[in-house]
């Protein structure tokens, strides 16, 4: 059964940073494409960034460029979202999902099959 577990969110002041991982199961994970997206209150999911399955292709939302960096680890089975600089526009459920394409990077939720259950990111002083 494939599933994609969250974790490392929580409470931290603005400026601060935070790691999030997930933790795939049940597929072959260095054929997939894994995405971070998010969610705050009141407003649409929106893809964070994304990693190809050969970890060599990578994508970021403007509003993380420069702050956020995804990597993965495909002997371990895992992947990160390195968050640094966090701002209180950050705060939301943030979700991991798996696109079954090996060389390829998108931020649409469409083209993601497979998702996580989130964890809470929230930025505040």
């Known amino acids: 059964q494939l599933q994609l577990v969250e974790s490392g969110g929580g409470l931290v002041q603005p400026g601060g940073s935070l790691t999030l991982a997930c933790s795939p199961s049940g597929f072959s994970f260095g054929f997939y494409t894994i995405g971070w997206f998010r969610q705050a209150p009141g407003k649409e999911r929106e893809g964070v960034s994304a990693i190809s399955g050969n970890g060599l292709g990578t994508k970021y939302a403007d509003s993380v460029k420069g702050r956020f960096m995804i990597s993965r680890d495909n002997a371990q089975n895992m992947l990160y979202l390195q968050m640094n600089t966090l701002k209180p526009e950050d705060t939301a459920i943030y979700y991991c999902?798996?696109?079954?394409?090996?060389?390829?990077?998108?931020?649409?939720?469409?083209?993601?099959?497979?998702w996580g259950r989130g964890t809470q990111v929230t930025v505040s002083s």
């Open positions: 999902a798996a696109a079954p394409k090996r060389f390829f990077t998108t931020l649409d939720s469409h083209d993601y099959d497979y």
